[in-house]
């Protein structure tokens, strides 16, 4: 089992940051690919960002791409996802996810999820 903690959501206002965490603990974090998703109300859960285990390749949703940037430390066993110019359509709640392997975009490839965190951007 992994267990997967986010924080470091809010309420902030349109043109402004935040950067998000997820702690991971149980078993090892190693080898896993993360994701970020997210899911505003009445919509789908839809993919952010995902970062292989290396760090070294990222992936993200076309949409997001420049504003969004996914990152990891491995020996915190923590991934991050900052975002700037942030619009009221971010407005949603935030997950991590974490993949054996390769992280894809579909969330069927991952197999623990946190419970997200509340990202409010007003106008």
């Known amino acids: 089992q992994v267990q997967l903690v986010e924080s470091g959501g809010g309420l902030v206002q349109a043109g402004g940051s935040l950067r998000l965490s997820c702690a991971a603990s149980?078993?090892?974090?190693?080898?896993?690919?993360m994701g970020w998703f997210r899911q505003a109300p009445g919509k789908e859960r839809e993919f952010v960002a995902a970062i292989r285990w290396s760090g070294s390749i990222t992936y993200y949703a076309d949409s997001l791409k420049g504003r969004f940037t996914i990152s990891r430390d491995n020996a915190k066993n923590t991934v991050y996802l900052q975002m700037n110019s942030l619009k009221p359509e971010d407005t949603a709640v935030y997950y991590c996810a974490a993949a054996p392997g390769l992280p894809g975009l579909s969330i069927s490839q991952y197999d623990y999820w946190g419970r997200g965190t509340q990202v409010t951007v007003s106008s």
């Open positions: 149980g078993r090892t974090f190693s080898g896993y690919g």
